[in-house]
């Protein structure tokens, strides 16, 4: 099953963009994919509660029980094990970026929408964009995403990042220059 590099939330679509800077492939199989996850919690009660399942489903798991293509366990294995695959291959990759230049593209499908100086303002609407991230904001979303931020701060930042994009402004936008980001259908990164 090949990786899908899209995602909807700022958190799993960088850490899908840190995939394609990998050394190794990550497990395939849920017991394989078990198997490390429990090298990182400990036992099995803690990353029970932490994937929010019984315990029964990943011992079943851990005995070579296969789920189905659909359970919702079997796609956050996924999601956590792309999460902690490789952190200093991750964080190479991003120092390496941010000393040369810091440039990121982000492509995304959202309600996509702002308000601008002189009191124009663009009601919310679905788009498909790809734009260019500028420093300082890739660095921001890295050291944001390295310090385990909640998903608001990150889309905050994606927020004044595109906000800064969009207004071809070389600073921070001003305050009347507004870009609300609602309900990601799809969004990509590339670095």
Known sequence: MPLSLSANTVQEALDRADSRHWTRQPPRSDTARLRFLLRHTGSIPALAKHLATED??????????????????????????????????RRLAHRTIIDNAGLMTVAFRAWFG?????GTTDDPRLRFLTL?????????????????????ELHQILSTALAACYFHRDARPAALEEVTLKSIDFLEFYY
């Open 132 to 152: 260019s991230l500028k420093e300082p904001y890739p660095e921001l979303l890295f050291a944001a995403r390295h310090r385990e931020a909640p998903e608001e």
């Open 56 to 89: 029964d489903i990943l011992h079943r798991t851990l005995s070579g029980h296969r789920l189905a293509s659909d359970h919702p366990v079997r796609a956050t294995l996924e999601r956590e094990v792309i999460r902690l695959w490789q952190p200093r291959i």
């Open 114 to 118: 702002f308000t601008a100086a002189a």
